[in-house]
């Protein structure tokens, strides 16, 4: 059972709007929720997070809504740019000493000029 | 800043054979290891977690017996993949943080790995 969802698996957006990229999780003990950034052949990079005494996040143009009570949690990408076309992955973890993080299947983002 | 690298950044095995892949840790001190699987249909499949003064936990499906880890120092970790077959090919991504310091991870490029 995948503990953390994401939608849709892929997206494709014109320059200048904004898209959305939906994730939702299964364990409500997770509190920490970073989305990870991947473009084709390299590492997964962090893009921005969000622990769950909040309930927005924004860096930029780049913002996280986060509802604990649905355990749901969007990613909006505003003004969106051709160089965003990247895959975008939800994870999530328990705030704790170590933990590892359980990540979504992605969504794949396609921003044309 | 905080990077991972990884080497070596893909690689081919014989089936039946085995595969060291290394994780440098620069700008931070990786107290904690997190060593993942990416593959396109299971997206990033935790293999194990190594964290400084614990002993490293493997996640169901993954043991130490097929993929040994080690960790150690706070900068550096390897895994081998030991008797590679088809179903072990993928992205080998290595993910380091600071605990004390409550960091994020921070990934490297990965090891692809091709099994023939």
């Known amino acids: 059972q995948q503990q953390v969802r994401q939608s849709p698996q892929s997206l494709t957006v014109w320059e200048g709007e904004t898209a959305i990229l939906n994730c939702s999780y299964e364990?409500?003990?997770?509190?920490?929720f970073p989305w990870y950034q991947q473009f084709p052949g390299e590492g997964p990079a962090l893009l921005i997070s969000i622990r769950s005494v909040s309930d927005k996040k924004e860096d930029g143009r780049f913002t996280i809504f986060f509802n604990k009570r649905e355990k749901k949690l969007s990613l909006h990408i505003t003004d969106s740019q051709p160089g965003d076309s990247a895959t975008y992955f939800c994870a999530a973890r328990r705030n704790n000493y170590a933990q590892g993080l359980t990540f979504g299947l992605g969504t794949r983002v396609s921003v044309f000029p | 800043g905080a990077l991972v690298y990884q080497y070596p950044r893909r690689t081919i095995c014989k089936s039946g054979t085995s595969m060291r892949m290394e994780c440098q840790a620069v700008?931070?001190?990786?107290?904690?290891v997190a060593w993942y699987r990416q593959s396109p249909q299971k997206t990033f499949e935790l293999i194990a977690l190594?964290?400084?003064?614990?002993?490293?936990?493997?996640e169901q499906n993954f043991t130490q017996e097929k993929f040994p880890i080690s960790h150690p120092n706070l900068s550096f970790s390897s895994m081998t993949v030991l008797n590679a077959y088809l179903e072990d090919r993928g992205l080998y991504l290595c993910g380091a943080r600071d605990v004390g310091r409550n960091s994020d991870y921070t990934f490297g490029s990965g090891t692809r790995l091709l099994v023939i």
């Open positions: 364990d409500s003990t997770f509190n920490y």
């Open positions: 190594s964290t400084v003064n614990s002993a490293i936990k493997y």
């Open positions: 700008g931070f001190q990786a107290t904690s």
